[in-house]
């Protein structure tokens, strides 16, 4: 995974002028700034809301509406795992359950080096070779606590 | 030069497709074969992924589930020239799985590459269009009512009428939206469509555009689904530089242009008002209705919301003519329905045929009973707001009328098979916890009674007076039913009053009361 670049107002503003063109830009530019900073801190949302002539209000609630936005760095790797019902019914709570244990930490939780992150999601459209996780962004089925830890091995930076 | 065709969709890449591509590239070149391999799509037959196919003068072989592992000996078995190996299926047209499914709207998926122009139109694509395009805007939205295809999204609305409904309105703007949001779980038949044939849904897109009178479209995909939104910019990408979008669609003078938008993690942002929402900057909740959005949609403007694949059987309506794909289907429910079948199944996919199919059909025949080899003793229909059926259920056909007098509903065609170790008051426990976290929160019903319904299911869980919490949860449903705004609140008491009446021996009314699962 690319790693995220610490803040800085100057980057992020011009993040920002980039899609402020966009009919309804907030949410894109929303992810654009988690992409580059890997969460959207607070001093992000003051920025926003001038350029989108929008209340810092208004952004603040978007931003906090939906779960995909951070507003706190995540750890190096975030691990999405599926809790919906295909997965349930193969498994996937006890997966689960197993891998956050081997961490020592609980859904949404990192672990105490920073290295990884562990959040619920619900369906990932693998629904039929569950249990489903996206590490990083790679699609893992038929998932374990084995097979999520070794890619993110695999596929370490 | 050998094609070898590998699969890119996000469940093969789930099972190893990306590390199976390295390995057949690193040996063919190692054993001196010069071979391309061709990224597709997925045929949706997600039990045999990887599902390897070459092409051969005798046309393609397809071998699978192939593991990385399993490359040499399938290069020194001879693949390049569909040589024999116990993985080998034969012609993929003939697996019967894959033969016995009427593929309307899913025909080029797996077979195509995805973003290839040249694939798309010598498999038929562009047809509808084109006959569109000969058309006035009323005769394409006559033809997609006389096809009676019903929304696919969940709410099965017919697609004419509201199509009619955005191309009488008047308006300086109008805009057609595709709801690819996929929030149900379960279900993956949009981003099998999306990553395998992007084209199809573009093509049933320009249509619309051009049937309602709309210049600019927005699709509006999960972020859960990242592959799928890469593979879809890149086909926007093409289809402009092909001027199939843009300020002259084929040709016709008319301008439509399309935008993909990432959602970023709500359920409720697939609730069609939601997603206006979202669309505009704002946090995702529902609006109430009316205005409806065919009047007063995205902007305050007459909008067009349908599926991904409501809007991808469009083309193939167009180019074979409303009363083929009407000849398709029973009752009200006309056409094909691809069905999601997922979870504790022993051979899972995207199972597309005519409506009229039993449960049991696809669950048996298609699905062939549990993964875990253990007897079925439950399935969920349409989603997390769908209903719990029993196995002796399994006869209900695959109908919107025959599912809601069963007091279920299709939804977005999801079939979540679990065996007999699940615990249903666990199950229904979850569907009030998922409303709790997914609720949009504005209206009390849902809000309020999502968090109490948990809360009493616990209690029953726990065995304390069983009876008088269930009659309270009972209550509870009744009033979410009726109270609520949009169909989160008003259909969460589906999945927990089936679970209730029809396991009623996992809720401590008869029976012992197994251990929650949690
Ligand atoms: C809570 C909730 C979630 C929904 N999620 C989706 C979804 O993910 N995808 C979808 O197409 N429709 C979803 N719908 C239905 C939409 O509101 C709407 O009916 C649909 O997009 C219309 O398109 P159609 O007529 O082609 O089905 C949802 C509805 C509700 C109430
Ligand atoms: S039922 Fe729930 S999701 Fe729907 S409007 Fe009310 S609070 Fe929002
Ligand atoms: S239910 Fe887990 S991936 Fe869909």
């Known amino acids: 995974m690319q790693r995220p670049e610490p803040w800085n107002a100057a980057r992020a503003s011009e993040i920002i002028a980039g899609l402020s063109g966009l009919e309804g830009a907030t949410l894109p530019i ?3 700034l988690q992409d580059a900073f890997g969460h959207v801190p607070d001093a992000a949302v003051p920025l926003v809301a001038d350029a989108l002539a929008l209340s810092r209000a208004e952004v603040h609630g978007c931003l906090t509406f939906y779960h995909d936005f951070r507003r706190a760095p995540a750890g190096r790797h975030v691990v999405k795992i599926c809790r919906a019902e295909a997965c349930q019914s193969v498994g996937g709570e006890q997966a689960a359950a197993d891998l956050l244990s ?7 939780g990192t672990t105490a080096d920073g290295a990884l992150t562990v959040e619920p999601v619900y369906c990932l459209g693998l629904c039929a ?4 996780a996206l590490v990083d962004g790679v699609p893992v089925g038929r998932a374990d606590a084995d097979a999520v830890l070794a890619t993110i091995e695999e596929h370490a930076p | 030069m050998t094609r070898i065709f590998v699969p890119k969709d996000a469940a093969a890449l789930a099972l190893g497709a990306d590390r199976v591509a390295r390995a057949l590239a690193d040996a063919a070149a190692r054993l001196g074969h010069v071979i391309e391999i061709v990224r597709t799509g997925s045929r949706g037959a997600v039990w045999l992924e990887p599902l390897v196919e070459v092409e051969t003068a005798a046309g393609r072989v397809a071998y699978g589930p192939v593991a990385p592992r399993d490359v040499a000996g399938l290069l020194e078995a001879g693949l390049l020239d569909g040589g024999a190996h116990a993985l080998r299926l034969g012609n993929p047209d003939g697996i019967p799985w894959l033969a016995r499914q009427q593929r309307l709207t899913f025909a080029r998926c797996g077979v195509v590459d995805p973003l290839s122009l040249a694939d798309y139109r010598a498999n038929g694509g562009l047809a509808g269009l084109e006959k569109a395009i000969a058309l006035a805007p009323a005769d394409m939205v006559e033809a997609v009512k006389a096809s009676g295809l019903r929304g696919r999204g969940g709410a099965g609305f017919p697609t004419g009428i509201k199509w009619n409904t955005v191309r009488t309105a008047s308006a300086d703007r109008k805009y057609v939206v595709c709801n690819a949001d996929e ?3 379960g279900t993956f038949a949009d981003r099998i ?3 395998g044939d992007p084209f199809t849904l573009i093509e049933g897109m320009a249509i619309a555009g051009l049937a309602v009178g709309a210049t600019k479209g927005f699709i509006y995909l999960r972020s859960e689904y990242p592959h799928a939104f890469a593979t879809l910019n890149e086909a926007i990408r093409v289809a402009e530089q092909a001027g199939i979008l843009g300020d002259d669609v084929m040709g016709s003078g008319k301008t439509f242009r399309l935008e993909a938008r990432l959602g970023a ?4 942002c697939g609730e069609e008002t939601a997603l206006l929402e979202s669309l505009e900057g704002k946090r995702g909740v529902v609006r109430a209705k009316p205005p409806i959005p065919a009047l007063q949609g995205l902007f305050g ?4 919301v349908n599926n991904v694949l409501s809007f991808a059987a469009v083309p193939w309506i167009l180019a074979h003519g409303a009363k083929a794909y009407a000849d398709y289907g029973m009752g009200r429910s006309r056409g094909t329905m691809p069905v999601q079948l997922a979870g504790n199944v022993a051979r899972g996919g995207l199972v597309e045929l005519a ?6 059909q696809i669950v048996e025949d298609f699905g062939g009973g549990t993964r875990s080899s253990r007897p079925i003793r439950a399935v969920q229909v349409g989603g997390p707001l769908g209903a719990y059926f029993p196995a002796t259920m399994l006869d209900l056909p695959l109908d919107y009328e025959a599912l809601a007098a069963a007091k279920g509903m299709l939804g977005h065609g999801g079939i979540v098979v679990f065996d007999d170790t699940v615990d249903m008051a666990a199950q229904a426990r979850f569907a009030f916890d998922f409303c709790a976290v997914e609720s949009c929160g504005k209206c009390t019903p849902c809000r309020i009674g999502a968090v109490r319904g948990r809360e009493t299911m616990d209690r029953v869980i726990a065995g304390e007076s069983p009876a008088a919490h269930l009659a309270l949860v009972e209550d509870l449903c009744e009033l979410m039913t009726d109270g609520s705004l949009c169909a989160m609140g008003g259909l969460t008491p589906l999945p927990v009053l089936s679970a209730i009446r029809h396991f009623p021996e996992d809720f401590g009314r008869g029976g012992s009361l197994p251990a929650a699962a949690e």
């Open chain 1, 30 to 32: 929303l992810h654009a």
């Open chain 1, 102 to 108: 081997r961490l020592g930490i609980d859904w949404h």
């Open chain 1, 129 to 132: 070779c569950g249990p489903a």
């Open chain 2, 183 to 185: 929030g149900d779980s």
């Open chain 2, 193 to 195: 469509l999306i990553e």
């Open chain 2, 265 to 268: 993690g709500a359920y409720i």
């Open chain 2, 301 to 304: 403007r007459p909008t067009l």
């Open chain 2, 355 to 360: 409506f009229g199919v039993t449960l049991r």
